[in-house]
Nanobody, 123 residues
Framework: QVQLVESGGGLVQAGGSLSLSCAASGRTFSTYVMAWFRQAPGKEREFVAAITRSGGGTYYADSVKGRFTISRDNAKNTVYAQMKSLKPEDTAVYYC????????????????WGQGTQVTVSS
């Protein structure tokens, strides 16, 4: 089992950058695929990015491709999301998630979730 705690959210102007972190408990972090999802008010939670266990493979939603970068440090039990060229439509609560099997893009595929961190992009 793994517990996830996100940090780094905040308020930023459009065009700005923000970095999120997700710290995981436990000694088996490297065995989990990690992902970021987000949920805007009144909308369903959606996939943002995912990274393989080793960090050698990354996957992105079309809406963030080229602007967001997901990475991980298995020695620090942490996954990151670097976000640049932020847009007002990126405003959402951002969640990190973990699963033990292959990369997936659906919320139901992930077993463990953090509590979320708010990102607000002003126009």
């Amino acid at each position: 089992q793994v517990q996830l705690v996100e940090s780094g959210g905040g308020l930023v102007q459009a065009g700005g950058s923000l970095s999120l972190s997700c710290a995981a408990s436990g000694r088996t972090f490297s065995t989990y695929v990690m992902a970021w999802f987000r949920q805007a008010p009144g909308k369903e939670r959606e996939f943002v990015a995912a990274i393989t266990r080793s960090g050698g493979g990354t996957y992105y939603a079309d809406s963030v491709k080229g602007r967001f970068t997901i990475s991980r440090d298995n020695a620090k039990n942490t996954v990151y999301a670097q976000m640049k060229s932020l847009k007002p439509e990126d405003t959402a609560v951002y969640y990190c998630a973990a699963r033990a099997n292959a990369v997936a893009v659906t919320t139901t595929a992930y077993d463990y979730w953090g509590q979320g961190t708010q990102v607000t992009v002003s126009s």
